[in-house]
């Protein structure tokens, strides 16, 4: 198993360099069930927030990669379980996805709410507001 960085696969998604792009994509498509990628929660958590951002991609299409990497056989997802927990809070909400993946990562740890001072987050993410 290898680990994979979130420019290595906003590389692969966005195929916007030459060289990056397609050294990404030989990458990925060599992986397999048996040597797969490791992909941990914050890299995902960093990977929608830069296609968000710099790629301008769409909730819809964020989704989709996102379920697109948990289901891949070729790919582990940290907590998967969890991450896919936050992917259906983020695809159904306004929540943002890292604030429904630290929810949803405090709820596996045991914790009985996770508290924030972001008003939108405890009301669309499942956290608690921590007032004043």
């Not at 914050?42 to 301008?56: D, G, H, M, N, R």
Request: charged share 20%.
């Amino acid at each position: 198993m290898i680990g994979l960085d979130t420019n290595v696969l906003a590389r692969y998604f966005a195929q916007d360099h030459p060289q990056q792009s397609a050294r990404a994509t030989a990458l990925i498509e060599s992986l397999d069930a048996q040597h797969p990628g490791f992909l941990c929660q914050i890299a995902l958590a960093e990977l929608v927030w830069v296609l968000q951002s710099a790629y301008k991609v769409r909730k819809p299409q964020l989704v989709c990669i996102i379920e697109r990497l948990l289901m891949a056989p070729e790919i582990v997802v940290e907590n998967t379980e969890s991450t896919l927990q936050a992917l259906h809070r983020f695809a159904e909400s306004t929540a943002g996805f890292a604030d429904c993946l630290i929810e949803r990562c405090g709820h596996q740890a045991g914790c009985s709410d996770t508290l924030t001072f972001d008003r939108k987050a405890a009301r669309t993410a499942g956290m608690r507001l921590l007032n004043d």
